[in-house]
């Protein structure tokens, strides 16, 4: 890789051990991608780091726990800090984890509590390099804010933010940013659970050449929220890790399908049409059983939290179903500043303080993580990720297709099939 004066000062030792060891991995990194140089980044976000799955950062089980916890006591000892100027990391319970965090350079923001880029605030510009944390925030960044973007996981973002840098690759690349499937979407989008799984047809089918970006076509631009876009992103880095797209006349490199595709013929075409959308729908369909658990995992707006409020106004959530809702940070504050929290908790909703929070006999559980010890058999959702990830603990999960079914079998205690 072709390095400048101050990359090479980094990857000799000249600022100390932990910007050396920063810049080796990335360097090792740009090697395996085939980079010709690093990039300065504008942006990059610690925020995801600190859930309690292997992989994450503040997550005491695991290997890489302990790895980013000794590379940040170096950093702390050497007193570097974050070159990139932009790193953000969430609030945490933690407050020893909160001052090591602002030592070296990190802009404290609200709990993510989804990992959605609707907490990412601030977010970075058109053009700007950065290395989000997470996924969900990848697949919104390019295709939405044209932001150039890859997800390289909790040590590629913190190195990247020590140093400033990245390696240019992936998507980060002119070339790469360019169209390649062209989809044609033939079916109302009534809701943003439709375009969740609209997202999860297109990631699932283009899973083995995930890199290929698609271009979506057929979409009612008046039509879209920034809710069905979000909802869209989550659906699309799972199952098929894609963290690109375009869509005709929202994505700003992507105005006309000409340009979305440098002038050039897709090299795959397909249609999805309401046969493709049942498709998902039936791999998720719930069979009649009793819920125990119905949660509404994709983070409630303040338009959507003044939705169920209006559902849930004067009825009371079964006895014996416990139900979870997870909220935006601009979200929670109206709740908590209007006296919309009070109403929801009065109707027996739980209001998690993090992603995927659910109340079951007393004890706050994660279904992803819990639902086999604790006895959980049924399992209702919004969500697409949850029926992947909760499936694990060999327990039912359906998807329903409206926010008004899953308050309804919240209040029934019952699914109507």
Request: hydrophobic fraction near 40%; include cysteine; proline fraction near 5%.
């Amino acid at each position: 890789m072709k390095l400048n004066k101050e990359e090479e000062k980094m990857l000799t030792g000249a600022y100390g051990e932990s910007y050396k060891k920063a810049m080796e991995i990335l360097v090792t990194m740009g090697e395996y991608s085939s980079a010709e140089k690093m990039v300065p980044i504008s942006w990059a976000d610690l925020t995801t780091f600190s859930g309690r799955w292997g992989g994450h950062g503040d997550s005491p089980d695991n290997d890489l726990y302990h790895y980013l916890r000794d590379f940040e006591e170096l950093c702390l000892k050497e007193n570097a800090k974050f070159k990139c100027p932009m790193t953000i990391v969430d609030v945490s319970k933690d407050e020893e984890r909160n001052e090591r965090m602002k030592k070296l350079g990190a802009k404290l923001v609200a709990p993510a509590g989804a990992s959605s880029p609707h907490d990412l605030f601030p977010w970075p510009l058109f053009g700007q390099y950065a290395s989000p944390g997470a996924t969900n925030g990848t697949t919104f960044f390019n295709p939405i804010l044209g932001v150039r973007a890859n997800s390289e996981g909790p040590i590629g973002v913190h190195m990247a933010a020590l140093t400033g840098r990245t390696p240019e690759y992936g998507y980060l690349l002119d070339e790469n940013r360019l169209g390649k499937v062209l989809v044609e979407v033939k079916t109302e989008l009534k809701n943003y659970i439709d375009w969740a799984v609209l997202g999860f047809y297109i990631s699932r089918k283009l899973s083995a050449h995930y890199w290929d970006i698609p271009v979506l076509t057929g979409i009612d631009t008046l039509k879209v929220t920034s809710d069905d876009i979000m909802s869209f992103c989550a659906s699309m880095n799972h199952p098929g890790s894609m963290g690109h797209f375009l869509i005709e006349g929202i994505s700003p490199e992507a105005p006309t399908i000409e340009k979305a595709f440098g002038g050039k013929e897709p090299i795959e075409k397909f249609v999805v049409g309401p046969e493709e959308m049942k498709e998902i729908y039936d791999l998720y369909a719930p069979s009649g059983n009793k819920p125990d658990i119905v949660t509404v995992r994709f983070p409630l707006t303040v338009e959507r939290l003044y939705e169920v409020l209006n559902l849930l106004e004067g009825k009371k959530i079964h006895q014996n179903v416990s139900f979870a809702v997870n909220l935006t940070v601009h979200a929670r504050t109206v709740a908590e500043r209007f006296g919309v929290r009070k109403k929801l908790e009065a109707c027996g909703v739980l209001m998690g303080e993090t992603q995927g929070q659910v109340l079951w006999n007393g004890e706050i559980i994660d279904p992803w993580v819990d639902s086999r010890r604790v006895g959980i058999k049924t399992m209702i959702t919004d969500s697409l990720k949850d029926c992947n990830g909760a499936r694990n603990q060999d327990i039912e999960v359906a998807l329903l297709p409206s926010l008004e079914k899953i308050i309804n079998t919240a209040i029934n205690g019952k699914v109507e099939v």
